[in-house]
């Protein structure tokens, strides 16, 4: 098995810097009379290239998805499953310990000024029980 990339420009190349890519989980097998074919074994997504990169978020989001997919695949081996998530991240490489710390840091100022724009904030009580919470530790909030 192999993950197939399908690539996409933008209709419109002079206004959009952006190329979409499909990912597809392939099988390769031999039909009735011994030639070489491929069959799509499922749809594991698309995601978009803007320019040269492919936005932080959409990279993570497309990785989790494929990854639902793929352990939603009953018949799929884990070495399979395995080396099709190796596959994605060879070509969408996962997310850096800084790019979280930025995306955390720029979430926590969204929700400060949403706060600020509907009356009051959380307690740094409550901030902490909903920081122990994602860490998975259950307390009152």
């Known amino acids: 098995m192999y993950v197939r990339w399908v690539v ?3 209709k419109n190349l002079l206004s959009a810097d952006t190329i979409f890519y499909d990912a597809y989980l392939v099988e390769s ?3 009735e009379k011994g030639a070489p074919r491929q069959r799509t074994i499922c749809y594991l997504g698309n995601i978009r ?4 990169q ?3 978020i959409e990279r993570e989001l497309f990785l989790l998805r494929a990854e639902r997919i793929l352990d939603s695949i009953a018949e799929l081996s884990d070495s399979d499953r395995n080396e099709a998530m190796e596959a994605l991240r060879q070509k969408v490489p996962p997310l850096t310990r800084e ?3 930025a995306a955390f840091t720029e979430n926590l100022r969204w ?3 949403w706060w600020e724009q509907h009356g009051g904030s959380p307690s740094d009580e409550e901030l902490l029980a909903l920081v122990q919470l994602a860490r998975g530790r259950v ?3």
């Open 139 to 141: 307390g009152p909030l």
């Open 8 to 10: 996409r420009r933008h």
């Open 111 to 113: 929700y400060r000024r």
């Open 54 to 56: 492919f936005p932080t």
């Open 49 to 52: 290239k803007i320019g040269d």
């Open 99 to 101: 790019e979280v710390l």
């Open 29 to 31: 097998y031999r039909d």
